[in-house]
Every structure is written in structure tokens, then in C-alpha cells.
């Protein structure tokens, strides 16, 4: 006989399911700052040049799902701009640097890099550099539950990219509709995801599409529009794959997940989990694939799937023990 699960919910655990969306900007913000890596290599200091060389090896890193490896990059990047005084260099890794430590939870030593990245910008005037700080302070007080700081520090730095003419300001608007959305402000969040769609679209920016879509589609999985809410994740789904976004990808097979789990359709929404784990395990994010593997459990467990049950148990035991050392070192350090 089918078993069926009775009054079980899947909770979407918001800071973690939508981590990768606060995360956008890097090889954004290195075309903006830099233009392209290669063709510039020729025309900059050869420490300059490493420099860049070792912020896109973080970005690689990061998009992999390595935060260990990012996190040494954007060290050395760091090092090598203090060593000859490159100032907007620097600044640049001190957000990349915060956004890692946000990834990982060290929320101390993300704001403090942020705002000294933040001081940086305000002493060169540079106002790209001030919206990114800005932005990425923003996602900090998210993080931290300060919903209402958020709000307030990300208007400035869509402020500063409407009056600029960044092309940013959609990968912006994308964080500021989360963090609406998340503070049961349906109405407002929608209004915002779809400027940032219509704001990513116009500027042909298809991997921050896909994070509007996602974002409109959480909205209305909460409104229980299903059947809107599973066109909007396919169609970020869609975008994501062609993207080759492994990590996106991943967050959107979850939410296909959550969205059969509230429609009852309990081994539809066990394979979409299924599927985001195991590209979050061929990736090697282990933080990813951990909280994946805690919304399988549970599901086996409601089941009465012993042996899986067990399996996917000792699986995420396993993958915690790995991620031990990167918490570690935050305590070292401070």
C-alpha cells in the first residue's frame, strides 16, 4: 500500500534556499571594474594583473560551490592590491570577501570587510564600489534577520545605479523582493520582482531573469497559485540549464521540490530533492547538498523508509564533518 504523508509541510528555510541568490554580481562587477580579464592583462601592472588573475579564480571557486579555495583567493587578491596601494583592487576583494563570509555563516567578519570596503569607496568618490557595499551590506542585515536594515541599504544602492545607469540594478532589485517577500510583504515583493525582471530582460542579463522568475514564482507558491508558481520555476529552470548554472540549477529543482510536497505529490517532490542533491554533491557543495539532504530525511522519515532513512542520515553526518573546518577557521581568526 502508498503511503501518503498527512499534515506534513516542507519549510523552505529562507536565508539558506535563497543563498544563491545573493551572490550575482561577481563576474558583473569584474567587467565592470576591470572589463575583460585577458584582453587587460597587457595594459596593467603585472601585480594588478595577479591580482584579477586570483579574484577570478574565487569567482570559479565560489560558483562551484568551494568556499575554502574562494576564500584563499580572495586573500591573495586581497594582499597582492595592498602591496602597491590599488586601492579600488582592494575594495573589490573586500566584497567578494564578504560575500564568501556570508556564504558561510561568519556574519562578524562579513561586515567587517563589507565596510571596510564601504570606507574605501567613500574616500575614491567611487560610486559603483559604494553600491556594491551597499548591496552586500544589505544582504548581511537579510541574513541576520534585520529585515527593515536591508530595506533601507539596498534602496540606496538601487538609488545610486538608477541615477548611475549601472546595469546592475536588477541583481539588486532581485535581493530587495526577497527580502520583502520574506517579511509576508507579497504585494510590494511581487512589484519589485517584476521590475527586476523587466530591469534584467532589457539588459539581457538572463542568469538574473532566472532569479526574478524564481523569485515571483516563491511568491506565488505562498498565494497557492500552484500552477502559476510551476510555470515560473520551469521557466527558471529552463534559463538556469542553458546557463550551465549548476547552483541554480539546484535551488531550482528545490523549489519545484516544495511546490509537489504542497500539492501532495510526495515521490514527484522526493525526485526533485533527490535531483537537487545529487547536483549539489557532483558540484561539491557540501553546505548545499546538507540542507537538501535534511528536507530527504525528513521526508523518508515520514514515509517510515528505514534503510534510506538511515542512509541519507549517515550521508549528511558525513558531509557536516567536511564542512567543519571552514567554521573552524572563523574561530581561529577571531
Do not use: H
Not at 532589485?173 to 530591469?199: C, P, Q, W
Not at 515520514?302 to 542520515?313: P, R
Request: glycine share 6%; proline share 1%; aromatic share 10%.
Amino acid at each position: 500500500m502508498k503511503k501518503t504523508i498527512t499534515n506534513y509541510e516542507l519549510r523552505i528555510t529562507n536565508s539558506k534556499s535563497q543563498i544563491f541568490l545573493l551572490f550575482a554580481a561577481y563576474c558583473l562587477l569584474l567587467t565592470f571594474f576591470y572589463g575583460c580579464v585577458s584582453s587587460k592583462k597587457i595594459e596593467m601592472p603585472k601585480t594588478q594583473a595577479e591580482a584579477i588573475e586570483f579574484n577570478q579564480r574565487g569567482v570559479d571557486a565560489f560558483e562551484a560551490g568551494n568556499y575554502e579555495i574562494a576564500l584563499i583567493a580572495f586573500q591573495k587578491s586581497l594582499k597582492l592590491n595592498a602591496g602597491v596601494d590599488n586601492q579600488k583592487g582592494a575594495a573589490i576583494s573586500l566584497l567578494n570577501l564578504g560575500r564568501v563570509y556570508l556564504a558561510i555563516d561568519r556574519f562578524d567578519d562579513a561586515k567587517s570587510v563589507l565596510e571596510r570596503a564601504m570606507k574605501i569607496g567613500l574616500n575614491l568618490n567611487d560610486q559603483l564600489i559604494i553600491s556594491e557595499a551597499y548591496a552586500s551590506l544589505g544582504r548581511y542585515y537579510y541574513l541576520i534577520g534585520k529585515n527593515k536594515d536591508a530595506i533601507d541599504i539596498l534602496e540606496k544602492a538601487v538609488a545610486i545605479d538608477s541615477k548611475e545607469g549601472y546595469r546592475t540594478t536588477g541583481s539588486k532589485l532581485n535581493i530587495m523582493g526577497t527580502v520583502y517577500k520574506d517579511s509576508n510583504r507579497l504585494e510590494e515583493a511581487e512589484k519589485i520582482f517584476n521590475d527586476a525582471l523587466k530591469a534584467n530582460q532589457g539588459y539581457g542579463f538572463v542568469i538574473d531573469a532566472a532569479d526574478s522568475f524564481r523569485g515571483l514564482g516563491d511568491i506565488s507558491l505562498q498565494k497557492r497559485d500552484y500552477r502559476k508558481a510551476g510555470e515560473l520555476y520551469e521557466s527558471a529552470l529552463l534559463i538556469d540549464k542553458k546557463s550551465d548554472k549548476g547552483a541554480k540549477i539546484s535551488l531550482d529543482l528545490f523549489s519545484l521540490g516544495v511546490l509537489s510536497l504542497k500539492e501532495g505529490d510526495i515521490k514527484l517532490s522526493l525526485d526533485f530533492f533527490l535531483r537537487a542533491y545529487a547536483v549539489d554533491n557532483s558540484r561539491g557543495d557540501n553546505r548545499r547538498a546538507v540542507k537538501t539532504l535534511e528536507k530527504i530525511i525528513e521526508i523518508y522519515n515520514e514515509l517510515g523508509d528505514k534503510n534510506n532513512l538511515e542512509m541519507y542520515s549517515l550521508e549528511r553526518e558525513r558531509l557536516l564533518q567536511k564542512e567543519m573546518p571552514l567554521q573552524k577557521e572563523g574561530e581561529r581568526e577571531q
